[in-house]
């Protein structure tokens, strides 16, 4: 008989709950917020887990690389499609989220997210950490690591070749990034880093607004800030210049600068995947 397991995280204590096939539960139980405990739990050979799920947050990391690596099926699940299906509960409480959570690994209903690897999650905190430290001394070492960490990186090379596109958008690019093949096709970068049109349509209202503003908030002002550059700063003409600067005769410069944006963060997916460089004029690009 097949399992399921759904974990609660808070920082002292994870609630946990395991059910059966048919949805009837098997064990219900606290532990201590720490690899170890769940472990004792999930790893008794009893339970056969087809999925385990936990809500991503500050501790989901630390806890997903340790189950991944003991060789359980865990998931990291969105928190916001979570937080929605378990407000159908009357009363919220983490052995009853945890409950939820498990019946969610059952039934699939469930939106999974990407769990960096360590070497990306060292990487923003490298990013993290140039950008909160005040002083201009600690702000140029680790600048200057940063700028050696690109210079000796082929992909942060190729995708510097991007007008507008600087040695800091190119790694912040690449770590969150991650695993360029998560994505189904370049397209779909816009809408993960939160630069596609947010929609609202219920009966006869059908509206369409901002940009919804999800994902990487760090890496969304990177593409903005290297759009503006593009369009405003850089003297140097290509043909991606030209589509956006159209755009902003039509319909102002600050849409101009989003579309751009959007469109950055496709085409540096296509070079990191395609093993190519950007060219300035379609032409060029056509005949290689």
């Not at 139980?29 to 739990?41: G, N, T």
């Not at 993290?128 to 200057?144: A, D």
């Not at 005769?249 to 950055?264: F, P, Q, S, T, Y």
Request: glycine share 6%.
């Amino acid at each position: 008989m097949e399992h399921f397991a759904g974990l609660d995280v808070s920082v002292k204590e994870t609630s946990l709950c395991i059910v059966d096939e048919t949805g009837r539960i098997v064990r219900e139980v606290k532990v201590a917020s720490e690899p170890v405990a769940p472990l004792r739990v999930l790893g008794n050979p009893i339970y056969r887990f087809k999925r385990i799920g936990l809500e991503a947050g500050p501790l989901s990391q630390w806890l997903f690389s340790a189950l991944a690596e003991a060789g359980l099926p865990v998931i990291c699940v969105e928190t916001r499609h979570m937080r929605a299906v378990l407000q159908a509960q009357i009363n919220k409480t983490d052995r009853n989220d945890a409950r939820g959570m498990a019946l969610m690994m059952r039934a699939g209903l469930y939106r999974a997210v990407h769990v960096k690897t360590l070497r990306s999650q060292k990487l923003r905190m490298l990013l993290t950490h140039r950008k909160l430290r005040t002083l201009r001394e600690q702000i140029g070492t680790l600048h200057r690591r940063l700028l050696a960490i690109v210079r000796d990186d082929e992909v942060c090379r190729r995708l510097m070749t991007v007008p507008g596109v600087g040695p800091v958008v190119a790694l912040t690019y690449r770590a969150t990034v991650d695993v360029p093949a998560r994505f189904r096709n370049s397209k779909a970068v816009g809408a993960v880093f939160g630069l596609t049109p947010s929609k609202y349509q219920s009966g006869e209202i059908n509206r369409t607004g901002a940009i919804s503003k999800c994902g990487g908030e760090m890496m969304r002002m990177m593409l903005y800030e290297a759009a503006q550059i593009m369009l405003v700063r850089l003297a140097k003409w290509s043909w991606l210049k030209a589509w956006a600067m159209k755009i902003a005769r039509h319909r102002g410069m600050k849409k101009a600068i989003v579309a751009l944006a959007r469109r950055l963060a496709v085409i540096m997916h296509c070079i990191w995947v395609d093993g190519t460089e950007f060219r300035l004029t379609r032409e060029v690009t056509a005949a290689a």
